[in-house]
Antibody, heavy 125, light 105 residues
Framework: QVQLQESGPGLVKPSGTLSLTCDVS?????????WSWVRQSPGKGLEWIGE???????NYNPSLKSRLTISVDKSKNQLSLKLTSVTAADTAVYFC??????????????????WGKGITVTVSS | IQLTQSPSFLSTSVGDRVTITCRAS??????LAWYQQKPGKAPNLLIY???TLQSGVPSRFSGSGSGTEFTLTISSLQPEDFATYYC?????????FGQGTKLEI
């Protein structure tokens, strides 16, 4: 079964770039699924960051779009996230997740069925 | 699209029937999922398409609703169900989550 594992620096300086990767095992990132990032600030709820598919198509949260790049590396079976010009407000646990799809008639239902364990990123000097 | 869950906190007991409500600021048909999150863990998918139980999730969990009002029901609360529950809309970008409902003993 598909498993996801996030990795990257746990500490990023203000105004720097947050770079994370998500290794996909037990399946291929080149499948028809979409792949997403979600974050959770300390003591807060969940925030959808954005998503990509194996063709490189992306959808981003407008609140982060100007600073955000999400991509896939098929050769490494890996998802990545880059967030520039970070501030303390970007301190959070970052999760990668798979968007699975079920079709009921002519309706396409997406949902996040597999998640990584999450990685804590702190923005501080 | 804003999702508002109620209540935000709920004191409950083992064996209780629990209902959590999620209201959307505009109609989302049945493009809604429910997740359970325990401290220090990733969310776990319970229900998608508003009422379809994810494989492996106990049948005491059920979901209903369409349009702007949805409910997650736990028919008989078990000790492992004390957690925070989130709804998520997948109708329009940006996908959004409710603020969460924490079940406490």
């Amino acid at each position: 079964q598909v498993q996801l594992q996030e990795s990257g620096p746990g500490l990023v300086k203000p105004s720097g770039t947050l770079s994370l990767t998500c290794d996909v095992s037990g399946g291929s990132i080149s499948s028809n699924d979409w792949w997403s990032w979600v974050r959770q600030s300390p003591g807060k709820g969940l925030e959808w960051i954005g998503e990509t598919d194996q063709s490189g198509s992306t959808n981003y949260n407008p609140s982060l779009k100007s600073r955000l790049t999400i991509s896939v590396d098929k050769s490494k079976n890996q998802l990545s996230l880059k967030l520039t010009s970070v501030t303390a407000a970007d301190t959070a646990v970052y999760f990668c997740a798979r968007f699975a799809l079920t079709i009921f008639g002519d309706l396409y239902y997406y949902y996040m069925d597999v998640w990584g364990k999450g990685i804590t990123v702190t923005v501080s000097s | 699209i804003q999702l508002t869950q109620s209540p935000s906190f709920l004191s409950t007991s083992v064996g209780d029937r629990v209902t959590i409500t999620c209201r959307a600021s505009q109609g989302i048909a049945t493009f809604l999922a429910w997740y359970q999150q325990k401290p220090g863990k990733a969310p776990n998918l319970l229900i998608y398409a508003a009422s379809t139980l994810q494989s492996g999730v106990p049948s005491r969990f059920s979901g209903s609703g369409s349009g702007t009002e949805f409910t997650l029901t736990i028919s008989s609360l078990q000790p492992e169900d004390f957690a925070t529950y989130y709804c998520q809309q997948l109708h329009s970008y940006p996908y959004s989550f409710g603020q969460g409902t924490k079940l406490e003993i």
